[in-house]
């Protein structure tokens, strides 16, 4: 479901992926729409002098306004989630891709494996370089995978850039076992 071609092959998707087809065939009718990165289910919009027609290629092409929208953030977070205008905005098409690479990267952990999500985190680093959690779970993929040296890069770059993350400690003794694990390598 999170493979473009599966999905035109198969004709169905998540919200995410039936949205970007349905933004790709928009844009060759000349529709403008662009992505927007609801919480927990993806639409697109199309902007108007009148105000946003938000559509939900995931639901057969609903239209929905933003009464709809908070209907459904509360249904789908029995309420834990204080709706936002900004829920609304506009995805960029980076946006778009880290979000389509986490859905695969959280497949492939669930399924234990870890070869495939090491892969998805590469591609999400290309997307977003900087990203601190990424950059510790590749470190963590890398460390059940038995690969220590690009484990500990990574580990160890996590806590430059998030020193007082709420994972720090475990970290830290994670890095521990790591150099000693290594040291006996050697």
Not at 57 to 82: Q, S, T, W
Not at 85 to 106: G, T, V
Not at 120 to 139: F, K, N, S
Request: hydrophobic share 40%; with cysteine; glycine share 6%.
């Amino acid at each position: 479901n999170n493979y473009l071609n599966d999905v035109l092959d198969r004709h169905t998707g998540i919200p995410l992926s039936l949205s970007i087809v349905f933004m790709e065939v928009a844009t060759r009718v000349g529709f403008d729409v662009e992505g927007v990165g609801f919480p927990g289910h993806f639409l697109v919009k199309h902007e108007t002098e009148d105000g946003d027609i938000i559509i939900d290629p995931f639901n057969k092409g609903e239209l929905l306004d933003e009464d709809d929208c908070r209907k459904r953030l509360d249904a789908m977070f029995g309420g834990n989630v204080e709706y936002s205008p900004r829920m609304l905005e506009s995805a960029s098409r980076r946006s778009m891709c880290a979000r389509l690479l986490l859905n695969l990267k959280e497949i492939y952990l669930k399924a234990n494996d870890y070869p495939r999500a090491l892969a998805q985190v590469d591609r999400l680093l290309l997307v977003t370089p900087d990203d601190a959690e990424e950059i510790r779970d590749r470190g963590m993929i890398s460390y059940r995978l038995e690969c220590y040296s690009a484990a500990v890069a990574d580990l160890s770059r996590y806590l430059e850039i998030q020193p007082q993350a709420g994972d720090s400690k475990e970290i830290r003794e994670t890095l521990r076992m790591l150099w000693q694990l290594e040291s006996r390598l050697n």
